[in-house]
């Protein structure tokens, strides 16, 4: 089993950024993928961003250039830093983790507002 806490959701302006974090505990494989996805009122869960226990990185369209993933394999903890943030990234972030199973967090809300 594997738990994942995440944290760092908030309130924020057009512009604004914010940092989320997300930390694994339980039985964790040194090989292992964790990720971002989101989801918004209506739409379905998509991927935000997802980096490997050895560093390959992947992002979605709408988010490249202004999010950036990361990983510290020692305290099992991958972070989003999200940056212009825009109203359309409003959703509840979600942080996943993948090895030989596949586990969720509960989530984080992020809202970009004025």
């Known amino acids: 089993q594997v738990q994942l806490v995440e944290s760092g959701g908030g309130l924020v302006q057009p512009g604004g950024s914010l940092r989320l974090s997300c930390v694994a505990s339980g039985t964790i494989f040194s090989i292992n993928i964790m990720g971002w996805y989101r989801q918004a009122p209506g739409k379905q869960r998509e991927l935000v961003a997802s980096v490997t226990n050895g560093g390959i990185i992947n992002y979605a369209d709408s988010v490249k250039g202004r999010f950036t993933i990361s990983r510290d394999n020692a305290k099992n903890t991958v972070y989003l830093q999200m940056n212009s943030l825009k109203p359309e990234d409003t959703a509840v972030y979600y942080c996943?983790?993948?090895?030989?199973?596949?586990?969720w967090g509960q989530g984080t809300q992020v809202t970009v507002s004025s």
């Open positions: 996943k983790y993948t090895s030989y199973d596949t586990y």
